[in-house]
């Protein structure tokens, strides 16, 4: 399926990579984590989408950072999509959104609270761009049928299911790798999320913030790129412990080239299988 002009996914394709930081943190390191981005997954022959929010709507605190503001956050999109020539993704978070981040974005993005918002998914999908819908915490993998189908409804048939992590008690989530093939089974190309399917909901009380263990990123990458997920899907950062939001998650991005290397060969072979 072709999510963006020359970039596809899934049928054999090589592994997708997203990747990118958490949120449009400001111009000069958006652009410089990019750059990074892009030069590593050259060097692994992969397809690229750079994915950045340019709003953080689902916050532990409501006194942490939510983003620059959305004009300025996608002009900073723009500005990487031109320099770089990479796809775009980000999250939308409500209707009125769709439109105008559709303007930027190849990759429209439903966060996995939201994944079941019918009205929210519909006007993805009437944007016509590519629609990513991540998988609610609270959802088994094959209750994604119906929201992969409300967007399938407006005419646009490019649907992406990303599986994020499964609630399991408090401040903790598994990975199901079954949902893997699951979503897969539905028809729809499947992404895995190696690093928010590694956080900690809530779980630093202190800061008000949500943990994570991103030392499993790279075992949990490897073993979804084995169950056949299609795309990886990492947030990247040049600093995690300073990033504005999901610090305690994302992957070191001086760490994301050693991280490829394991996971394009897994993916190569599991494609002669």
């Excluded at 008690?169 to 598994?174: R, S, T």
């Amino acid at each position: 399926m072709e999510i963006a002009p020359g970039v596809q996914i899934g049928s054999g394709s090589p592994l997708t990579l997203i990747a990118g930081p958490c949120v449009v943190e400001g111009r000069e390191i958006t652009l410089r984590i990019a750059e990074t981005v892009q030069s590593i997954a050259a060097r692994h022959s992969i397809p690229v989408v750079f994915k950045a929010s340019y709003k953080k709507a689902n916050r532990t605190s409501g006194g942490t950072f939510t983003g620059l503001g959305m004009h300025e956050a996608l002009e900073i999109l723009a500005e990487v999509k031109r320099t770089f020539g990479m796809p775009i993704l980000t999250d939308i978070h409500t209707e009125a959104e769709a439109m105008t981040a559709a303007a930027v974005a190849d990759v429209l993005q439903i966060p996995a609270f939201l994944c079941r918002q019918t009205d929210l998914l519909q006007a993805a999908g009437r944007t016509g761009k590519a629609v990513n819908i991540k998988k609610g915490q609270f959802l088994a993998p094959e209750d994604m049928g119906p929201a992969a189908e409300k967007v399938r409804a407006t005419g646009n048939q490019r649907v992406i299911l990303t599986e994020r992590g499964t609630t399991f008690g408090y401040h903790n989530l598994v990975v199901d790798m079954r949902s893997l093939p699951i979503m897969r089974s539905l028809g729809y190309p499947v992404v895995l999320d190696g690093t928010h399917s590694l956080q900690l909901p809530g779980a630093d009380t202190t800061s008000r913030q949500s943990g994570g263990q991103p030392e499993f990123i790279f075992p949990i990458a490897r073993a979804g790129v084995a169950a056949g997920c299609d795309g990886l899907f990492v947030e990247v950062h040049p600093d995690p412990p300073r990033a504005l939001s999901d610090a305690a998650s994302q992957l070191r991005l001086d760490l994301l080239d050693a991280l490829l290397g394991q996971v394009v060969a897994i993916h190569r072979l599991v494609n002669t299988w």
